[in-house]
């Protein structure tokens, strides 16, 4: 059974940085799948950025693009989100989760952690 288990959130300026951080167990991921969503206040969950284990090739949310890198440790099984120039709107509650086909949607998520940006 995948488990996914974030940690690193907490509470930032804007204009600071944070990183999150996805320890991945129960199987090997070489087809999977990683991505990070959040969601805030009021909210609908909304995907962040993601990345193909096996190449490393990435994606992201227009809203992010230039300020959040999703990579990934192979050997530690680790899954992260460097978050630079946040914003008082990243504020939410982030959640790391995998697939196997992002099209079929991701089957296994996190418990979230909360990311706070202050004006």
């Known amino acids: 059974q995948v488990q996914l288990v974030e940690s690193g959130g907490g509470l930032v300026q804007a204009g600071g940085s944070l990183k999150l951080s996805c320890a991945a167990s129960g199987r090997t991921f070489d087809n999977y799948y990683m991505a990070w969503f959040r969601q805030g206040p009021g909210k609908e969950r909304e995907f962040v950025a993601g990345?193909?284990?096996?190449?490393?090739?990435?994606w992201y949310a227009d809203s992010v693009k230039g300020r959040f890198t999703i990579f990934r440790d192979i050997s530690k099984n680790m899954v992260y989100l460097q978050m630079n120039s946040l914003k008082p709107e990243d504020t939410a509650v982030y959640y790391c989760?995998?697939?196997?086909?992002?099209?079929?949607?991701?089957?296994?998520w996190g418990q979230g952690t909360q990311v706070t940006v202050s004006s």
């Open positions: 990345i193909r284990w096996s190449a490393g090739l990435t």
């Open positions: 989760a995998a697939t196997t086909n992002p099209r079929a949607g991701y089957n296994y």
